[in-house]
């Protein structure tokens, strides 16, 4: 089989080095049976990213991008170059059985490429699957989830942990299938099982996945694209798994959390987009209670913001950069 690995990078060029070298370390440990090769957009990085994959990485196909492209179009560029996408039916033959996206800010774990990879060679219906996540102390990431509903997005704008007494109860909450969230006993063992999504931090697709659902979709331009994609292997009948036995190290968020609350509108964007454009799973009734919630929670989240401010547990720029962002996210939501 032939998998092919695309990283997507911004500004995290010691995290990318690591990360390659991982994946490369990993494919070594099933090269007698899958060949796995790599490509690396970078999104216009200004540390040196690009010049450090060219010189350490040479056998990896670099793609220098000179603007940021974010993960969504980014992805695609790589895809595209694959095969994928392509009217050409010569050039869609001669794409990868596999392709898993991966972020900058991962680190793959002994064979975790060849145990995704044996699943999607052992379950030919398998669209995607996704591996368990880990974070760099440890402790587990969820990383499938049940398509969002509201009880989902009202714990997400609500800190309600921050009310007295029912702090270990929201994080119960947080946990739990109210939450998206698939038991963690289900993560910690290792039989496969089935979710609605994986996240985008590692994601392996089949190509005739790809071919069937289309490349991902560039209105998105960061988050939720992974939802958007899942769902529609799924519309096609090729749904996504967990193979918990599969392991890599997230160390979250790292380009994302330079751009705090630009990351929180795009987040925004994105959700507002896939609910609008899955009817079949969104009724107009729902995303009128969505616009509703959001309202509330954005009204709830800038009083608390100015709270804060006003016992100088934030600065008056930061105050600022918070209210635009929810200004904003209202917008979005009319």
Not at 291 to 319: D, E, K
Request: net charge positive; hydrophobic share 45%.
């Amino acid at each position: 089989m032939r998998l092919e690995v695309i990283v997507v990078s911004y500004n995290v060029r010691d995290l990318l080095r690591r990360c390659l070298q991982s994946v490369y370390a990993s494919a070594r440990k099933s090269e007698d049976w899958l060949a796995v090769n790599v490509s690396v957009v970078d999104n216009a990085s200004h540390d040196g990213s690009a010049q450090m994959v060219a010189e350490s990485f040479p056998q990896a196909h670099l793609i220098a991008s000179t603007e940021n492209l974010g993960f969504t179009r980014a992805n695609n560029l790589a895809l595209r170059a694959l095969g994928f996408g392509s009217a050409n039916e010569e050039r869609t033959a001669s794409a990868p059985d596999l392709v898993l996206l991966l972020n900058p800010d991962t680190e793959v774990v002994d064979d975790a490429l060849g145990k995704m990879a044996a699943f999607m060679r052992d379950n030919p219906t398998a669209g995607a699957c996704g591996p368990r996540l880990h974070y760099e102390d440890g402790s587990l990431q969820h990383a499938g989830f049940a398509f969002p509903d509201l009880a989902q997005v009202a714990l997400d704008l609500y800190p309600v942990a921050e009310l007295p007494g029912i702090g270990r109860l929201f994080d119960r909450l947080l946990q739990s299938r109210f939450n998206g969230r698939y038991p963690r006993s289900q993560w910690l063992g290792v039989m496969p099982f089935a979710v609605d999504f994986v996240l985008g931090a590692a994601l392996m697709a089949r190509g005739e996945g790809i071919r069937a659902a289309g490349l991902l979709d560039e209105g998105y331009f960061m988050y939720c694209e992974e939802m958007d994609w899942c769902l529609r292997m799924k519309e096609a009948g090729m749904p996504t798994y967990a193979v918990p036995t599969a392991q890599i190290i997230h160390y979250e968020g790292r380009s994302s959390r330079q751009v705090r609350w630009q990351s929180f509108e795009r987040l925004w964007a994105s959700r507002f987009r896939f609910f609008g454009l899955h009817s079949q799973l969104y009724s107009r009734r729902f995303r009128i209670y969505l616009r509703l919630l959001v309202r509330l929670g954005v009204a709830w989240n800038g009083l608390v913001a100015r709270r804060r401010f006003a016992h100088g547990h934030q600065s008056g720029v930061r105050l600022k950069e918070q209210l635009d962002a929810y200004a904003k996210v209202l917008d979005l939501g009319r």
